[in-house]
């Protein structure tokens, strides 16, 4: 008879035995099937955001300079007027000057506060480029127009964009050969107005 209780006394220390160690196990199951969920969500998330900044990188090549989005209607345009300058002519004797004030027309605030940074460069570059011009040139629609590519080349350059080399003059089709146009640069320099030009 003391055999009875004894088995059955083993028997009833296995069950809440084998009850616990069947909770530890189901919780463990848990436990590494929310850790596998968390690792996959975490890696999921993360490739399609890798994939947009490529995509952002292949458009921002692609984009072509002077080559506008359509104004925001809500958003006014970024003007960034530059202190008017007095420059000194390439003409002949040296006795002709140009009075010209400068306005930027910016793609966003954002390029207005680079241009801010880097305005004693620009300055001196934009001297430069009038400086290199005679006032013939100056005083002609097409020498401004000129002058307002090479500002906005300046300007582009300074702000650290790839910029297009100067135009050529025009050479003599029949003789040399056919070169393909290729696309200009990007540049958030969207136009270059001028508020005074005076030559003297």
């Given at each position: 008879m003391?055999?009875?209780?004894?088995?059955?006394?083993?028997?009833?220390?296995?069950?809440?035995?084998?009850?616990?160690?069947?909770?530890?196990?189901?919780?463990?199951?848990?436990?590494?099937?929310?850790?596998?969920?968390?690792?996959?969500?975490?890696?999921?998330?993360?490739?399609?955001?890798?994939?947009?900044?490529?995509?952002?990188?292949?458009?921002?090549?692609?984009?072509?300079?002077?080559?506008?989005?359509?104004?925001?209607?809500?958003?006014?345009?970024?003007?960034?007027?530059?202190?008017?300058?007095?420059?000194?002519?390439?003409?002949?004797?040296?006795?002709?000057?140009?009075?010209?004030?400068?306005?930027?027309?910016?793609?966003d605030?954002?390029?207005?506060?680079?241009?801010?940074?880097?305005?004693?460069?620009?300055?001196?570059?934009?001297?430069?480029?009038?400086?290199?011009?005679?006032?013939?040139?100056l005083?002609?629609?097409?020498?401004?127009?000129?002058?307002?590519?090479?500002?906005?080349?300046?300007?582009?350059?300074?702000?650290?964009?790839?910029?297009?080399?100067?135009?050529?003059?025009?050479?003599?089709?029949?003789?040399?050969?056919?070169?393909?146009?290729?696309?200009?640069?990007?540049?958030?320099?969207?136009?270059?107005?001028f508020?005074?030009?005076?030559?003297?």
């Amino acid at each position: 008879m003391s055999a009875k209780p004894a088995a059955e006394g083993a028997e009833a220390a296995e069950k809440p035995k084998s009850k616990k160690m069947l909770i530890i196990i189901i919780a463990a199951v848990v436990v590494l099937a929310l850790v596998g969920g968390g690792a996959a969500f975490f890696l999921m998330k993360k490739k399609p955001a890798e994939g947009e900044e490529g995509a952002d990188a292949e458009h921002a090549e692609k984009k072509p300079a002077m080559v506008r989005k359509a104004p925001d209607p809500k958003a006014p345009p970024t003007f960034m007027p530059i202190e008017n300058m007095v420059v000194n002519l390439a003409d002949p004797g040296g006795g002709r000057f140009a009075q010209v004030g400068i306005t930027l027309k910016l793609e966003d605030a954002k390029t207005a506060d680079n241009v801010k940074l880097y305005m004693p460069a620009i300055r001196n570059g934009i001297l430069l480029e009038i400086s290199k011009r005679t006032a013939d040139e100056l005083l002609g629609v097409e020498g401004k127009e000129k002058l307002t590519k090479a500002i906005i080349r300046e300007v582009s350059g300074q702000l650290g964009f790839e910029v297009d080399d100067e135009e050529e003059e025009p050479v003599d089709t029949a003789k040399a050969p056919k070169k393909k146009k290729k696309a200009p640069a990007y540049t958030p320099v969207e136009a270059v107005l001028f508020s005074s030009f005076i030559v003297q």
